[in-house]
Every structure is written in C-alpha cells, then in structure tokens.
C-alpha cells in the first residue's frame, strides 16, 4: 500500500512539475507567433487528446516521467511558404531564447506559488532552538550554549531546522560559518564562530547539524516502551509495551545512548521495570533488510513544548514576499549544492533519482497538503535550476547555443550541434543510471 501511494504521489508531482514547465515553453511559443504541433505530458501510447482550433494537439502519455512540446521547424520538416514566418527557426535569436528559458522560468514561478499556498494555510515547525550541546563537539569548541535559537547562518536568515540543515550542507568544504544566536533568557544576539576545518558528514544517514554536536529542542522521549516488533530481538529477549527501560545499573537511560548501544551490534544488557520490580535483560541487536543495526522497540515520545512551537503564517502579500525570499534562497543553495558534487566536497552517491524522489512524494504527501507542496515546490525549483545547466538536449544547452549564434552571427553548424547532443543525452542517461543506482542503494 505504501509503495502505491508513494507511486501515485510520484505520479501527481511529476506531471503537475511537467506540465508548469512544458507550458511555458508552449505560453512563450504562442506569445512569439511560433506554430506548436503538439503539447505531450508524457511519452508513449497516447491515452488522451484534444486538439484546439490552433490546430495544436494536446496529450497525455503512458509514461508520465516527462513531456514535450513540438513546435514547427524547418529542421526537422518541410515548412509551407505562407508559415514559415511562424517556424521556430525564423524567430530572431532573443525571441527563441525567450522560449527556451520560459520552461525552468515556469517552475521558479511554480515554486512561488506553491510557496504561497502554504505560508497562506500556514506550515507548523519548531523553533530552531538548541537543546544539548555534545560534549567535545565542534559546537562546544565555539562555547555554544542551550536554549539558545538559531536566527541566522553567515547571515542568512533561518527559521526553521530544515533551513538550517540546508544552509549548513552547503558550506561543507568551507573552513568555518558564523551562527547568529537569540538567547531566550536574556534576549541578548551573539555571534559563534564554527571551526569547519576537516568537518564531513553524510546526507543519507547524518543531519548537518546534529553531526556539529547540536541537538534540536524537539518531542521529549520517555524511555517507556510504547511499541514491540513481533519476532524482533526485544521480543525475543521478553519486552512488552509498557515496560521502563534503565541502565544495568537501574539508572536513567536517554534514548539517543540506548540507540548508540544498538548501533555497536553488540549485545548489551539493560534493566527492566514492570510492575514496581525490575529484571535484567540482554538484547541482542540484528541487521535488518537495510542492513541496519536494530532491536524493534518504540519509545514513548511526548509532544513539543508549547513555547517552542511556532507556525509560518502570514497575510496575502507577506505570504508572497516570503515565497519569493524561500524560492530565492532555495535556488542559491542548490546551486551551491551542486557546485559542493563538482567539487568533491559532497560524494556523488548522495544524487537522488526517481525513487527518492517517489519516496519523498509518497511521505509529503501523507503528512498533508502543504507539506506536499513544499515538496513539489522543492523538485520544482531543482528542475528548474538543472534544465539551465549548459549541457547539450538540456534547456541550457539549448540557450549556449543561441548564445554562440549572437556573438558568431550565424547559428553552430549542425553537425556541431547534433555531435553535441548525442554527447549530451550520453551524459544524462549515465547520471540518470547512476542515481538510480544510488536509489537501489538506500533501499
């Protein structure tokens, strides 16, 4: 059940993000007097098709992982005399590049109105406030303190730990950042410097912050047991929901210890408290399908404490200005990010294909409408941005090639362009492998 609504979340994300982006290629070509054959979300078997009295023909495919527009085009066909004025290659230089950059210029659009949407209906969060520091960490070598907030990363504005999170991934490589803090005793700002030199971390299985030794306020965990998988090692080892969880010395046990203990793979044991008495217990961690180190347990977790809730909602236009900023700061990070992939600063294996992004799409989803949203508005803004880069079949080879034109004059030979994007569909069809390849992977 969850791999179907994962699929058909997949399904709804892509289209929609297709067909914003295929439009504005289609709203520009129309703007600019250019004939358009065809407007497909989709490849393959045409499952449906309406024609306009344009006589432009609009379809939706079997295959939604994509789509397209045709346009009239002496290149590829033979263009009547009385419509060559409307083929796309008799169109001055500025007036095609308007076309081609009105596809990715439609998903930051997008991006901004999804945006908007959620900041109208409002988005819960946490504030950014700091709980625990770990001891030895890069964050206590900058004598960062709890209950502290975090308002801003080398003076970025950060109003929310998936911010932070982002922010901070981007400055992997640098030799430090500078944390803006808001005490919330004293209310006082203070700057912390972050000594970065040598620091690294993993996306897939670490957060940025969390491997800077900062620990976020978030729901307080009971170490009560609320939760025993069935055939599991605590099941074996006798565990039932309700139980208490000490240490072997019946002392207090924090659940982020008694994860470290299972992630060793070693057996330990722990005390139990049922009833008023308590029993020795030895668990012995297993691997389970993703060959992680597990026990099959659940704690019990308490809600966030009220004065550390908060809720990003604003009024029509605030709405809008503050979407326009998140797009903005989205789009600079991104590249920021790739640039850290071209680099070597982030590992290759941490692209993302189709599956994750199903995976992503299915779990948005299930949260609720604005969180799906943001999701949309985040892959939004990520094709946008990889659609401009200059790689041949690409929006942005497509515009170096026009760009090529205004300076020479003349247009690049043919040759030299259909060299160029053989090399190019090559290239993405091996990073398209490879980032399913690393999908399989985290499965």
Known sequence: MSFLWSLGSFIVAISVLVAVHEYGHFWAARKCGIKVHRFSI?????????TDKQGTEFTFSMIPLGGYV???DGRQEEVPPQLKARAFENKTVLQRAFVIA??????????????????????????????EVVPHS???????????????????????????NMILATKMGSSNVTLTLLSLDSQIETHKFLNLSGWRFNPDTEIAFESLGITSVQSKVEMKISRVVEGSPAWKSGLQVGDIILSEKSTALSWRNFVEKVRKGNPFPIT???GGSASLKMITPEKNDKGQWFVGISPTFLNVAEEYRTELKYDILDALQKSIEKTAQLSLLTVRVIGKLFTGDLSLNNLSGPISIAKG???????????????????????GIMNLFPLPVLDGGHLAFLAAEAVKGRPVSERVQNL?????????LMLTVFALFNDFLRL
């Open 42 to 50: 989709g490849f393959g078997k045409v499952l449906w098709k309406y």
């Open 70 to 72: 045709k346009m009239l």
């Open 102 to 131: 009105a596809g990715p210029l439609a998903n930051f659009i997008f991006a901004v109105f999804a945006y908007w949407i959620v900041y109208l209906i409002g988005i819960p969060t946490v504030k950014p406030v700091i709980a």
């Open 138 to 164: 890069i964050a206590q070598q900058a004598d960062i303190q709890p209950n502290n907030q975090i308002i801003a990363i080398d003076g970025e504005t950060s109003p929310d730990w998936e911010t932070i």
């Open 272 to 274: 139990i408290e049922r």
């Open 361 to 383: 799409a299915g779990a948005s989803s299930g949260i609720g409408l604005v969180y799906f949203l943001s999701f949309m508005a985040l892959i939004s803004v990520n094709l």
């Open 420 to 428: 160029s994007y053989r090399l190019g569909a090559l290239l993405l």
